[in-house]
């Protein structure tokens, strides 16, 4: 039966590439601004925009409440870059705004040697889903480092790169736009039950 995949819009970019990405894992995508009552099998907060943006349109669309709840009962969710920050408590690129707080910590503007970093990078990763992958990265701020980290990589100074707590994980990457290995990626996470059945061609990013 076809898995259906909640993608929130946060009105902050082009969704294209993350849609196409999840229908070819399969899945069935719907693209909602606002909560509803359909029966979801995962779920992926985008990863452009300003933390203030959008954590008040979530909050604005009721999504802060959703978003526990689907949290309490283990749906398999992604959060990508910003869609990963607005879970900590805070960001330099807007301090007045408080974020999600699942996590401690917040996203700071770093020393990267330029910024926007944007590019390829490698993650170091004891998890296997994460291990030597090579993903792109888009962003000017990042979480330095917390508890729940589980890959982090090198631009300038070592960063969190990913975080997760049950079956919620968040990326500071685009897997939607790293080739093979991104697509891989969100198979293990948003397909935990298939991990490891599509067919990868890591690292390739040509």
């Known amino acids: ?18 849609q196409a990405a999840a229908q070819r894992l399969g899945f069935e995508v719907d693209i909602c601004q606002s909560p509803n009552d359909i029966i979801y099998d995962a779920l992926v907060i985008p990863g452009q925009g300003r933390f203030a943006s959008v954590v008040n349109q979530l909050k604005k669309q009721g999504w802060d409440s959703y978003l526990k709840n689907a949290h309490e009962h283990g749906l398999p969710m992604l959060g990508i870059c910003v869609g990963m920050q607005i879970f900590f408590e805070a960001s330099d690129e807007d301090p007045e705004v408080t974020g999600f707080a699942w996590f401690k910590g917040k996203a700071k503007a770093l020393d ?4 926007p970093m944007v590019g390829w990078a490698e993650l170091d990763s004891r998890d296997s889903i994460f291990a030597g992958k090579i993903v792109y990265f888009v962003n000017s701020f990042a979480v330095d480092q917390a508890d729940e980290s589980v890959a982090t990589t090198e631009y300038g100074q070592n960063f969190c790169a990913a975080v997760k707590r049950g079956a919620f994980y968040g990326v500071q990457f685009h897997p939607e736009k790293s080739s093979q290995a991104g697509l891989q990626m969100m198979a293990n996470i948003l397909l935990p039950e298939n991990q490891g059945e599509l067919k990868s061609e890591e690292n390739n990013h040509v």
């Open 1 to 18: 039966m076809t898995k259906k995949l909640l993608i929130i819009d946060t009105l902050a970019g082009n969704l294209f590439s993350l």
């Open 112 to 115: 990267f040697p330029k910024k």
